[in-house]
């Protein structure tokens, strides 16, 4: 893992004590909440319906025990014991008074943490694959791409004020885990008809108002020239990026104004013009290379009579390696989901014992590493077969066994009306109300993998246009309703869902859901998953289903 | 008729103009307004008290079935009493008649906090 050296440990040293004394200011009426905004705003701090929220930076979402242990000790002293794990990998807490906001801050920087990157409309922050070092289908670590942008995207005068918020994801394997294509730009690395390592580079995704599904500009960008590319991106995006109108700021609207071939066009001629003096130099990424180095794996055997003996004993057991483990690059070990979805909690919220449980666990049985997904799980990339049944009985005891990983319980909410200022509906009642009409886990293993994905408002932090099912919540004059979308993606098969049709109350979501199962495991072929059959048989049959009443 | 609402500036809690121009936690105390102009002059004075209150807006107000006034809005009603997935959390955890009376009022409007906030962005 990456570890601040002096410099970084200094500026994060000088920002918190600018922090203070701004806060200070404004505690004390020098300066007007106008003026203040924007600044708390940059140091991850919101206003929300019922107190200041502070949004703390998970970069690529990887963390070790230590930092875990600093955010519950967060949770304890200056929250209500929990926190909440968000789409961008960040952690949010929702109880915060602005007199503690810069001590929270010191807080994080004696742990390499801070809340910078995660407002405003600068580059926030970068998310990768959560099986970054351990899935077999890796190219190379995704993790070092991301650091490298992170530091030089972090304070660069030249995107700190861009038309809008810019987000970038970084996948390194076969398999899309981050949602590459939803983001400003999405950077796929792949090897070249040569063997050379490249990024297939999207630019134009989004979620919100208008979805798109970002197109690609380059097919094979030379991974040593990545960052005289990104700055001829947002080069093209800061000159003409339209700042007059926030709705259509965001980079994928120039790209699907201009056309994505004018775009690249535009791009390419800034690139030639900065040449590889943008790239960073070799020995750079070299240094950020080093702090990633590779895990010391011990050689085991692919079977473990442990692993083997538990699963036929314990059937909880059973089911949590079913749904939650993933294969490993390395024999013997495994990759673990710790779905933060017990069916009827609150998507993503951990609570400050659960967060010093897990950093036990992963110091004890998964090599000090934890990661948060953009899905608001947890992930121990790299614990051995002959370790997850006790694991699995630590993980029991506090709650974070539930073995519902990838399942139709494990649903993305945003925040919604219960916190957030924006939002128009709620969410995590929806959430929990599906989750305990699905509750029963054999039922839920029937219906297999099921992304179900709910946003409170059209800001779509809950990703709903790309859930298999997606859920918005909309505001019918002052009442809440929720417009349901079938067949969106966020994977390699990246889809923008379509609209079922009229939205529903609140009270019907969860039985319109049920609905729509049912003709999913009537209609569905073997080895179907729902948005197979969505696919094959289209919208009609679910929309009959759900809107039968009413014809 | 209206209330003022805000949060405050130290610490983000929810607030409303009370009585005799002091601002309280609790809606029950909240002072209601039944004339437009009294409202909107209690509106201007409260934006330039720079260091207590934090944004504040009018809210509709109505009777409510079971007794007293609550927020037309189910947004204002919500930042009244708090997060529904954490009863234990916020105004309502105090419980008592007021709490109870706005947990079952009804009554849909849009708030005028939400669309200030989306023109302002």
Known sequence: MYRYDAIDAEMLADRVGEFREQAARRLAGEITEDQFKPIRLMNGLYLQLHAYMLRIAIPYGSLNPTQLRKLAEI????????????????????????????????????????????????????????????????????????????????????????????????????????ATRTHDIGLYLRRGEDGSLGFEVYVGGGLGRTPYIGPLIRQHLPAARLFSYLQAILRVYNRHGKRDNPNKARIKILVATLGAEEFTRQVEAEWEKIGPAGDLPDTEL?????????????????????????????????????????????????????????????????????????????????????????????????????????MHAALAQTGLASPNSNLISDIIACPGLDYCALANARAINIAQDIAETFGDPDRAETIGELKIKISGCINACGHHHVGHI???????????????????????????????????????????????????????????????????????PFKEAVYADAH | MKALTANRLDDGEVIFLGQAGRWVERFAEAALFDDE??????????????????????????????????????????????????????????????????????????SKGRVDLIRRK
């Open chain 1, 75 to 178: 949770g304890r002293l200056y929250d209500k014991g929990y926190g909440h794990l968000t789409t961008r990998t960040n952690i949010q807490f929702h109880w915060i008074k602005l007199r503690d906001a810069a001590d929270i801050l010191q807080h994080l920087a004696s742990v390499d943490m801070h809340a910078i990157q995660t407002s405003g409309n600068c580059i926030r922050n970068v998310t990768a694959d959560p099986y970054a070092g351990a899935a077999a289908d890796e190219l190379d670590d995704p993790r070092v791409w991301s650091e490298a942008i992170r530091q030089w995207s972090t304070f660069h005068p030249e995107f700190s004020f861009l038309p809008r918020k810019f987000k970038i994801a970084v996948n390194a394997a076969v398999v899309d885990r981050v």
């Open chain 1, 286 to 390: 070299a240094r950020i290379r080093g702090a990633f180095t590779p895990v010391a794996f011990e050689t085991l055997p692919a079977r473990s009579a442990a692993f083997d003996e538990a699963r036929t004993k314990n059937p909880a057991f059973a089911r949590f390696a079913r749904n939650n483990l993933r294969p490993h690059k390395k024999s013997g070990y495994a990759i673990v989901e710790l779905a933060l979805k017990a069916i009827g909690e609150t998507p993503g919220d951990i609570t400050a014992e659960q967060m010093e449980a897990v950093a036990d666990i992963a110091e004890r049985w998964g090599l000090s590493d934890i990661r948060v997904t953009h899905e608001q799980n947890l992930v121990l990339p790299h614990v051995k077969l002959d370790d997850l049944p006790q």
């Open chain 1, 470 to 540: 997606g859920i918005l919540g909309v505001d019918k004059k002052g009442e809440e309703f929720y417009q349901l979308t079938l067949g969106g993606s966020a994977a390699e098969d990246a889809e923008v869902g379509k609209i079922l049709g009229p939205a529903l109350p609140g009270p019907k979501v969860a039985s319109a859901i049920d609905q729509l199962v049912e003709v999913y495991l009537r209609e569905r072929n073997d080895g179907e998953r729902f948005l197979d059959t969505y696919r094959r048989v289209g919208l009609t």
């Open chain 2, 37 to 110: 102009d009294a409202a909107m002059a209690a509106e201007a004075r409260a934006k330039t008290q720079r260091t207590l209150a934090v944004d504040p807006y009018l809210i509709d107000v109505a009777p409510a079935e079971g007794g007293g006034v609550a927020p037309v809005s189910y947004r204002e009603r919500l930042r009244a009493l708090g997060p529904t997935n954490h009863r234990e959390h916020g105004k309502q955890a105090e419980g008592g008649e007021a709490v109870e009376a706005l947990l079952h009022a009804t009554g849909a409007a849009r």
